[in-house]
């Protein structure tokens, strides 16, 4: 089956300091990846759409410019939440999406703020 | 509103009975019903899709329904174990977009 991997699988970064993190699809080459964030108890909230060499497109009170997607390839897709502040603490999900229209997630990111 | 709603948020079973979620969804258009196992801090994992025209599929233990009709979907899950423990979580996607319920936590006892 496909195999979707995230990079790191947890981080514990300082208030005000840049956090990448990286989601790739091992098998497959994924036209569209899509970034999640989950926080406690709550579902899935969509938070942009990427497709390779193109902008990201973001989810309405998502702000394009803390939150920065870049897409370079079929296989990789990077999120970088800059100036990192504690209530940006919260599980990243990936999910990247094939040329047959399914979508497979990774397992996630879970992101610290101190 | 949610376009998609689970019942219950949560339920405790003991080991090896059985149980049902519920899934209700307004999306529209409709291309399938998903559901999802997702173990705490990991990425949900996919256990059923279903497309419009089928009203049954099976993933081992577990059963999904899905009424178009009545845009209603249950996950049956038989003879639990303890590694059922999980959030659980319908998705339907329409418009290539993927609208996903607030889950249902599951939590299987000795």
């Known amino acids: 089956g496909a195999v979707v991997s995230q990079h790191p699988s947890w981080v514990i970064c300082k208030s005000g300091t840049s956090v990448k993190i990286e989601c790739r699809s091992l098998d497959f080459q994924a036209t569209t990846m899509f970034w999640y964030r989950q926080f406690p108890k709550q579902s899935l909230m969509l938070m942009a759409t990427?497709?390779?060499?193109?902008?990201?497109?973001?989810e309405q009170g998502v702000e394009k410019d803390k939150f920065l997607i870049n897409h370079a390839s079929l296989t990789l897709s990077t999120l970088t939440v800059t100036s990192a502040h504690p209530e940006d603490s919260s599980f990243y999900i990936c999910s990247a999406r094939d040329f047959g229209d399914e979508q497979y997630f990774g397992p996630g990111t879970r992101l610290t703020v101190t | 509103k949610n376009q998609v709603e689970q019942s219950p948020q949560s339920l405790i079973i003991l080991e090896g009975k059985n149980c049902t979620l519920q899934?209700?969804?307004?999306?529209?258009?409709?291309?399938?019903l998903r559901w999802y196992k997702q173990d705490t801090g990991r990425g949900p994992v996919s256990l059923t899709i279903?497309?419009?025209?089928?009203n049954t599929k099976s993933n081992g233990r577990y059963t999904a329904t899905l009424d178009a009709d009545t845009k209603q979907s249950s996950l049956h899950i038989t003879a639990s174990q303890l590694s059922d423990s999980a959030s659980y979580i319908c998705v339907v996607s329409g418009w290539g977009k993927l609208q996903f319920g607030a889950g249902t936590q599951v939590v299987v006892t000795p």
């Open positions: 899934c209700n969804y307004t999306v529209s258009p409709f291309s399938n």
């Open positions: 990427s497709n390779e060499g193109s902008k990201a497109t973001y």
């Open positions: 279903m497309t419009f025209s089928e």
